[in-house]
């Protein structure tokens, strides 16, 4: 594939400058690069088919003027122009609050980006390499985005990515379980690199956009915040390469650095679609925006903001750990709330293995639909193939691994559910009387034999009295060679 070439080889030359270091450098470098490129095809495209149509990038800073040309400026002037004019300009551009205004997005994007080459003539060889690249050309932008794709599951080697990392078969198959429409607003509070919104918008044109009407329904209704700014680059970059002309919706923000209480009702939601971030803590003073949960545990505020967030019958599908099902306290009083305000109807729990190398922790899905309170939760276990121990990098989960689950849903409806080896229902006066603990394994499991514990502590004892008599004959050997 040529655009898989074009992108190892401007990896290689960034791999000779000493200012690139690393992974997550070297993929930030690509993405503010690429970003300009794929934004000035797009604005190319627009100017002949909008009328009145103006680049959001005054015309000394398009990449057209000082990029395309292989001959162009090179070296140190090069150098100076990026970190001098390109850099301090973008981040400074002046924007409006009318929406559609894509100087906004360009601000956006290098706010917190960083030239880290210091050579111009390697700069300029990867500025050559990009130049090659015709998004406006469906096949390479496709060939593109599965190479972007890809970039975005490698990168496990960037520092904490795997605090923004959803394997792609989790998120397609979230997203055809809640299946969104052009119109309905679709949020994820916590983004990441855009898995959830880029899987939201393959599933609207593959079933539901087929005029312009609709495809600018399915844009308006796109919502997003993004706290780190790599990711929140990356996934700026991968809405324009899905033709989003304004992913200015995508915020580089904290979401739960507003107090819950103030998310009004019109800024509610029909669909939130995420995997939150599990396992880290919040800031100092970001537990007092959430006085009833008061918790730094940022997986358990994210709960408690997309309970309030959903308009009655909005739905979710959430990723979260183990941790937060049998966990007590405020975890304990949120589940009870979630129960009260919505019905937590599926829960399908996941291996281990899924997230792997970025995280070996239980995860659960767990979806519930705002408006009615839980009568019944239903259970299903998702199993690794036969014939593989764990999901892994070569190995890993995919979209036919769900086949099972999504013949047992039911459809839209849910209907005809039954329990099988695999799935199981615990009413909510069960989860009551557990205290809301709702990590219950599967009971049509059959327990490991692990032997007689009798025959088993036999077996240790003459394992170790073994392990001893070697010792002392060990012992004996060192003694003797020491005296010779």
């Known amino acids: 594939m040529i655009v898989r070439t074009t992108v190892k080889s401007i990896q290689d030359i960034m791999r000779q400058d000493v200012g690139v270091d690393g992974d997550a450098q070297r993929i930030s470098q690509l993405t503010w690069l690429f970003f300009l490129k794929i934004i000035d095809d797009q604005d190319q495209e627009l100017e002949l088919t909008k009328d009145g149509y103006h680049s959001p990038i005054p015309k000394k800073l398009q990449w057209r003027t000082w990029a395309a040309d292989p001959e162009g400026i090179t070296g140190q002037a090069l150098l100076d122009f990026v970190n001098d004019e390109l850099?301090?300009?973008?981040?400074?551009?002046?924007?409006?609050?009318?929406?559609?205004?894509?100087?906004?997005v360009v601000r956006d994007v290098f706010e917190d980006a960083y030239n880290y080459m210091k050579s111009g003539q390697l700069l300029r060889q990867v500025?050559?390499?990009?130049?090659?690249?015709?998004?406006?050309?469906?096949?390479?932008?496709?060939?593109?985005?599965?190479?972007?794709?890809?970039l975005l599951n490698d990168l496990q080697s960037a520092g904490n990515a795997g605090e923004y990392y959803t394997p792609r078969a989790v998120t397609a198959f979230m997203v055809q379980m809640i299946d969104p429409h052009p119109g309905e607003i679709l949020f994820d509070p916590a983004c990441g690199t855009g898995g959830f919104l880029s899987c939201a918008i393959n599933h609207m044109e593959a079933n539901y956009v087929r005029t312009p009407k609709q495809r600018e329904k399915m844009q308006g209704g796109l919502r997003a915040v993004e706290k780190k700014q790599l990711p929140h680059m990356l996934c700026v970059t991968n809405m324009l390469l899905h033709g989003i002309e304004d992913p200015s919706f995508v915020k580089h923000d904290n979401t739960l650095a507003r107090p819950l209480i103030s998310w009004s009702k019109d800024e509610r939601v029909d669909i939130v679609v995420t995997n939150p971030p599990f396992g880290g803590k919040e800031e100092d003073g970001i537990e007092n925006n959430f006085p009833t949960f008061r918790t730094k545990e940022t997986a358990d505020l994210f709960l408690a903001l997309i309970v309030r967030l959903l308009k009655?019958?909005?739905?979710?599908?959430?990723?979260l750990p183990d941790g937060t099902l049998f966990g007590e306290g405020v975890k304990t009083r949120l589940k009870e709330h979630l129960m009260e305000e919505c019905n937590l109807h599926t829960i399908v729990r996941l291996p281990n293995s899924v997230f792997k190398p970025y995280a070996s922790i239980g995860t659960n899905l767990l979806f519930f639909e705002k408006g009615a309170p839980t009568k019944d939760i239903w259970f299903y276990e998702?199993?690794?193939?036969?014939?593989?121990?764990?999901?892994?990098?070569?190995?890993?989960?995919?979209?036919?691994?769900?086949?099972?689950?999504i013949d047992w849903w039911g459809g839209k409806a849910r209907k005809g559910r039954k329990e099988t080896p695999q799935a199981w229902k615990v009413s909510a006066e069960e989860i009551k009387a557990r205290g809301y603990n709702l990590d219950i394994k599967n009971p049509h499991a059959?327990?490991?034999d692990h032997g007689d514990p009798e025959t088993l502590l036999a077996d240790l004892a003459r394992a170790e009295a073994e392990t001893a008599t070697y010792r002392d004959q060990l012992k004996a050997i060192l003694a003797e060679a020491l005296l010779r």
């Open 87 to 104: 850099f301090p300009a973008l981040k400074g551009l002046q924007v409006s609050d009318r929406p559609g205004d894509r100087r906004r």
């Open 127 to 150: 500025v050559n390499k990009i130049t090659q690249v015709d998004f406006n050309n469906l096949d390479e932008r496709r060939h593109f985005g599965e190479f972007y794709e890809q």
């Open 312 to 319: 009655p019958d909005g739905r979710a599908a959430v990723v």
């Open 382 to 405: 998702h199993r690794v193939p036969e014939g593989q121990k764990a999901y892994s990098m070569t190995r890993p989960i995919r979209l036919e691994h769900f086949h099972g689950c």
């Open 446 to 448: 059959v327990a490991d």
